[in-house]
Nanobody, 121 residues
Framework: QVHLVESGGGLVQPGGSLRLSCAAS????????MGWYRQAPGKQRELVAT???????VYADSVEGRFTISRGNAENTAYLQMNSLEPEDTAVYYC???????????????WGQGTQVTVSA
């Protein structure tokens, strides 16, 4: 019912910045949480940051102080501003949302297809 599309990934040098975007569409009653996860080759998918409908956010220790998650004006978008990027940040970044539909209104988890972020000199 909910479709998530990420954009903004690419190749950046160490110390550089990127801004990722996630847009949610489909049959949506309410989005409770949006977030970003990442998965590097050979590693498990891990939390990067999440933000609730009330604006509260949490970050992984590895990105605290460097990344900032935010919500768009339409409340169906999320952004991840990534500064001071390091080679260790190289991964596929996935948008995540917890949302309910207009019929049963049961919260469910949705995932985007991911966008590649590569940090290399």
């Amino acid at each position: 019912q909910v479709h998530l599309v990420e954009s903004g990934g690419g190749l950046v040098q160490p110390g550089g910045s990127l801004r990722l975007s996630c847009a949610a569409s489909g049959s949506i009653f309410r989005i409770y949480v949006m977030g970003w996860y990442r998965q590097a080759p050979g590693k498990q998918r891990e939390l990067v940051a999440t933000i609730t409908s009330g604006g509260g956010s949490v970050y992984a220790d590895s990105v605290e102080g460097r990344f900032t998650i935010s919500r768009g004006n339409a409340e169906n978008t999320a952004y991840l501003q990534m500064n001071s990027l390091e080679p260790e940040d190289t991964a596929v970044y996935y948008c995540n949302a917890v949302a309910s539909g207009p019929l049963d209104r049961t919260p469910r988890t949705y995932w985007g297809q991911g966008t590649q972020v590569t940090v290399s000199a």
